[in-house]
C-alpha cells in the first residue's frame, strides 16, 4: 500500500523495527519516529513483511492530513480481515496521492495542457494537481534526448500545436522569435512563485505571454509581464530567480521528476504512472479519478 508523506509524521509502535523504503532516496527505519518535511513529496511503501504488519491509517489532529501508523501485530494480522478492507475504504474515501503537473514555459505542448488541466480536473470533482515547473533541458541532458523543435520534426510539430489549439479553443498560436528561446530566467521565477503559492496563475500567465502573445521569454522584461499579471513585483521575482535557494529548489524538482520517470513534458504523475504528452492528460486524469475511489467529491 503506497501513501503520499508529504508533510507527515510516520511513528512506529513499540518495539517495531519494520522499514519505509522511500522511493529513489533511502530506507528511513521508524525508529525513533521520522519527519518526512513538507515539500519533500517522497513516496513511502509500507512493505509488510511475512504477516507480521498491520498498517492503519488516521487522520492526523490539526491539519487533517492523513497519518501513517505501522503497528507489528501477527496474531491480529492472522484473524483480521476485515481490518484491511476498512483501510482500503479508508484509503478511497480519503486519497493520499495528488497528481503532479510538470511543465517547461518553453514548451508549446505543456502550454496546451496547461489551457485545460485544471478544467479537467474540476470536472472530473478531482483535487487539482500541483505544478511544478522543472527544466526540460536538464531531462533531455539527462536522457540524452534532443527536442524536436530543433530537428526535422519541426514543422509538423509546429502545425500539430497550433491544430490542437483551435481544437481547444484557445487564442491561436503566434510562436515567439526566436523559438525555442532560452527560459532559464523564467523557469526560476516560476519556481519562485511556486514557492509563494503563486504557480498556476504565473505559469498560466507566462505561457499566455509565449504563445498566445508571441513573446519570447528570454527576454526578462516579458517575463516581468507575467509575473506583473498575477501581482508579483518585478524587483522581488528578480532577486527570487537570483537566490541560490530558487537555483537549487529548481535543479532538484529537474532531478527528482527525473527519478520517477519523467522524461519530458507535460508529464501527469499519479501514484507510480507517468503520462506523458498533452494527448495523455485525460488518461492522466482517468488514473487520478480511479486511484481517488472513482471520482467522489474529495
Known sequence: MEFNLDGWTCRSAE????????HAHAVALLEPPVRIHAGDERRAVVQPQAHALIVTVKLAPRDNRIGCAVQRDMQRFRANEDAHRSVRRFVQGHPTERATFYFDLGSPY????????????????LEQPEWQPILLGGLFARFERKSWARGPEREAGMRE?????RAIGIQPIRWPDPWPGNTLHAMRVATY??????????????????????RDLTDPDHVAIAAAACELHPNAIA???????????LREATDRAGDLGVIGVPSVVVGEEVFWGDDRLEEAVAAASASSGCGQPR
Open 15 to 22: 518495539h517495531s523495527n519494520r522499514p519505509i523504503h522511500v
Open 110 to 125: 505543456a502550454y496546451l495542457s496547461a489551457e485545460r488541466i485544471s478544467r479537467l480536473f474540476s470536472d472530473a470533482e
Open 193 to 214: 512563485a511556486k514557492s509563494i503559492g503563486r504557480s498556476v496563475s504565473f505559469a498560466l500567465a507566462a505561457f499566455r505571454q509565449a504563445f498566445a502573445g508571441g
Open 161 to 165: 500545436v497550433e491544430r490542437r489549439a
Open 239 to 249: 532577486a527570487g530567480a537570483a537566490s541560490a535557494g530558487i537555483k537549487a529548489k
